[in-house]
């Protein structure tokens, strides 16, 4: 039984990747832009413990971005099958004197209706992704000790 609970969550996780990709739009086709956060990305750190399963927190450990406006959630680094899936649209772009990039990207994950906004920050040497997260509007900066947001913090694998 857990095994077909298993496979028929992964099967409607793959038809919302099929529509959503199918749907998506992004603002900025500068292929560059996408070229930035587009990939995989993970935090060991945010796997939880045997036994435990992520909160609603929206840390996974694994995001996978796609250009097309899509991405994946895992709970797990080494995960074959999605958490949870989505869309994104890119709302604003800029750079900082450091040559970091930055973003206000607009997420939506329809399994739990969930719209966030989301300040994305992508260093200069395309390694590190930062990212903070509110359901009202996009936060002012990255803030890690902001209660009012959600930070994350994933390395490109």
Do not use: Q
């Not at 969550?9 to 292929?31: F, Q, R, Y």
């Not at 990939?39 to 399963?53: C, D, S, V």
């Not at 990039?101 to 939506?108: D, I």
Request: proline letters at 4%; one cysteine or more.
């Amino acid at each position: 039984m857990k095994i077909k609970t298993i496979v028929l969550h992964c099967i409607s996780c793959l038809i919302v990747i099929i529509i959503l990709g199918s749907c998506a739009t992004m603002k900025s086709p500068d292929k560059l832009t996408y070229e930035r956060f587009c990939g995989t990305w993970g935090n060991k750190n945010y796997e939880p413990a045997a036994g435990y399963k992520t909160e609603v927190s929206f840390k996974y450990a694994k995001y996978i971005v796609n250009p097309d406006g899509t991405f994946l959630w895992y709970e797990y680094i080494d995960e074959t099958g999605p958490m949870a899936v989505g869309t994104y649209i890119v709302e604003k772009r800029w750079k900082d004197a450091n040559g970091n990039s930055f973003y206000h990207v607009k997420v939506y994950e329809p399994l739990n209706d969930v719209t966030l906004y989301e300040l994305w920050k992508v260093d200069k040497y395309n390694s590190v992704w930062e990212c903070d997260s509110s359901n009202i509007d996009y936060p002012d900066e990255i803030d890690p000790s902001d209660y009012h947001t959600v930070y994350r913090i994933f390395y490109r694998y």
